[in-house]
């Protein structure tokens, strides 16, 4: 797909019309004839008139979903080129374009030929605000589609060798160090709890540490830490065969972060920024980590080990300590994963739960996240559920002695890793639901979706 940016009516083979309120709209008789009311989500296309008219709801992510339903419709056409109105809202028809148009083929041995589309994206007036707004959305979502991609690739050809490949071509397309870690490091530096989650695999582990400087003067240090298991089987708390399909996405939030490293070195953004990815997949065998192992982490804290299938924590622990130890100075350190399945629970599959000590930090992630287009919002700790992760033979423990509250409590058991100093800079995000989801949604394909990126960017650039 082919966008330009235009100022006035272009030829197009077919105009797409987001409707959203009942307007005067030319084709009215024969849009009532079809049964079109121009409600969220619904479509016609009308051949002779060359129109696809998209019903829109009165939101700002409305108008992305729109735009993703008029692109569907004319990729089902051999209409070439279409046109359609953005004015004031450039960046949310880009974004449903290009997030809606993606499709994952990787796997499918018959390619659907498709000629590329040319979309020309009209606006009043053209000048360098519009022209920044388009550069912008288009490498935000192209960031988005990559991680998706990422997220989407089989374990076998996904695992953390490949994950840390991703990060070096990533670095070199966009001048960024990159420093690949591995079990010699672990050992060395104390890191017992990312080292026993990968032991049984016969893929070794790799810690991946992407840094971004900005040519001009750096205004904060920022800090990204991402869950990467390319595959989470659960290990000897081996996951029921329903619950274990999907997870190669258990790579997401790793992805996610990579995805965000991209965009945020495309869009030059004046912060320093470290991505740090903890690549590591869980497997069983006789050289498996197991229930009732003490595991100890950089900081020296103990871990009893009751499950195996709370993997993802003991990986982030080690990832945050080294983040800490390594980066002195951190003005927000976030991480992101798909660390629970009491997240989906709780908040549905389309929101993605947020947590952390400073309250007035985690809202200002939701709002940025809610500004972007992704759905979150908070759940809060409490002193209660700090309690039930205590170990009677270590200093913690991996699973609650509760069911309940279980994103909380592992959120709880993150912020054990967390420095006194760092306390209130760091924000949790628990993307288990959206991250994958196995039906469309919107302008989210079947499958990956890409969370975390969009709403990080916009967070950083209100910084
Ligand atoms: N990767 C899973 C969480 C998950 C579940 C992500 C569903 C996406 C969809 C995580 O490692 C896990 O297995 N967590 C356990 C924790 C439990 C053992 C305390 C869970 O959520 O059941
Ligand atoms: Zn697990
Ligand atoms: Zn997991």
């Known amino acids: 797909m082919k966008l330009n940016l235009v100022e006035t009516k272009v030829k197009s083979d077919v105009e797409i019309i987001i409707v959203q309120k009942e307007t005067n709209l030319k084709d009215k008789k024969i849009l009532k004839k079809l049964n079109f009311e121009g409600a969220d989500e619904s479509?016609?296309?009308?051949?002779?008139?060359?129109?696809?008219?998209?019903?829109?709801?009165?939101?700002?992510?409305?108008?992305?979903?729109?735009?993703?339903?008029?692109?569907?419709?004319?990729?089902?056409?051999?209409?070439?080129?279409?046109?359609i109105i953005a004015n004031e809202n450039l960046r949310e028809i880009i974004e449903g374009l290009e997030?809606?148009?993606?499709?994952?083929?990787?796997?499918?041995?018959?390619?659907?030929?498709?000629?590329?589309?040319?979309?020309?994206?009209?606006?009043?007036?053209?000048?360098?605000?519009?022209?920044?707004?388009?550069?912008?959305?288009?490498?935000?979502?192209?960031?988005?589609?990559?991680?998706?991609?990422?997220?989407?690739t089989a374990p076998d050809d996904f695992y953390p060798k490949i994950m840390a490949n991703e990060a070096i071509k990533i670095a070199k397309d966009n001048n960024l160090e990159c420093k690949i870690l591995g079990d010699k490091y672990f050992e060395a530096n104390g890191m017992g709890s990312i080292a026993a989650v990968g032991r049984a695999s016969r893929h070794k582990s790799k810690l991946i540490h992407l840094t971004y400087k900005p040519s001009g003067k750096i205004k904060k240090k920022i800090v990204l830490v991402g869950k990467g298991l390319t595959y989470d089987s659960g290990g000897l708390s081996l996951k029921p065969s329903d619950f274990m399909v999907t997870m190669k996405?258990?790579?997401?939030?790793?992805?996610?972060?990579?995805?965000?490293?991209?965009?945020?070195?495309?869009?030059?953004?004046?912060?320093?920024?470290?991505?740090?990815?903890?690549?590591?997949?869980?497997?069983?065998?006789?050289?498996?980590?197991?229930?009732?192992?003490?595991?100890?982490?950089?900081?020296?804290?103990?871990?009893?080990?009751?499950?195996?299938?709370?993997?993802?924590?003991?990986?982030?622990?080690?990832?945050?300590?080294y983040a800490q130890d390594e980066i002195e100075d951190i003005d927000y350190i976030m991480d992101f994963a798909t660390l629970t399945g009491a997240s989906v629970v709780g908040v549905g599959h389309y929101?993605?739960?947020?947590?952390?000590?400073?309250?007035?930090?985690?809202?200002?992630?939701?709002?940025?996240?809610?500004?972007?287009?992704?759905?979150?919002?908070?759940?809060?700790?409490?002193?209660?559920?700090?309690?039930?992760?205590?170990?009677?033979?270590?200093?913690?423990?991996?699973?609650?002695?509760?069911?309940?509250?279980?994103?909380?409590?592992?959120?709880?058991?993150?912020?054990?890793?967390?420095?006194?100093?760092?306390?209130?800079?760091?924000?949790?995000?628990?993307?288990?639901?959206?991250?994958?989801?196995?039906?469309?949604?919107?302008?989210?394909?079947?499958?990956?979706?890409?969370?975390?990126?969009?709403?990080?960017?916009e967070f950083l650039k209100n910084l």
């Open 43 to 83: 479509c016609v296309l009308l051949l002779e008139q060359q129109k696809i008219y998209v019903g829109c709801d009165n939101t700002s992510d409305g108008l992305r979903v729109a735009a993703a339903v008029g692109i569907r419709k004319l990729n089902e056409t051999t209409f070439k080129t279409a046109s």
């Open 99 to 152: 997030l809606g148009n993606y499709t994952f083929n990787k796997y499918k041995s018959k390619k659907k030929v498709q000629k590329e589309k040319t979309i020309n994206i009209i606006v009043e007036h053209i000048s360098q605000k519009e022209i920044d707004v388009f550069q912008e959305t288009v490498n935000v979502s192209n960031s988005v589609n990559m991680v998706r991609d990422f997220v989407n």
């Open 249 to 321: 996405s258990d790579k997401s939030g790793g992805s996610a972060v990579l995805g965000m490293m991209d965009a945020i070195a495309k869009l030059n953004l004046p912060f320093e920024v470290h991505g740090i990815i903890g690549a590591v997949e869980n497997m069983i065998g006789g050289d498996a980590f197991k229930p009732d192992d003490v595991l100890t982490a950089k900081n020296g804290k103990t871990i009893e080990v009751r499950n195996t299938d709370a993997e993802g924590r003991l990986v982030l622990a080690d990832c945050l300590c």
């Open 351 to 457: 929101t993605t739960s947020i947590m952390g000590n400073n309250t007035e930090l985690t809202w200002k992630v939701v709002q940025s996240a809610l500004d972007s287009g992704e759905l979150a919002t908070t759940l809060p700790f409490n002193k209660y559920l700090r309690k039930t992760i205590k170990s009677k033979i270590a200093d913690i423990c991996n699973i609650s002695s509760t069911r309940y509250g279980g994103a909380i409590t592992a959120g709880i058991f993150l912020d054990e890793f967390i420095k006194d100093e760092n306390k209130n800079k760091w924000v949790h995000c628990d993307i288990a639901g959206p991250a994958y989801v196995e039906e469309q949604w919107g302008y989210n394909p079947y499958g990956a979706s890409g969370a975390g990126v969009r709403m990080t960017i």
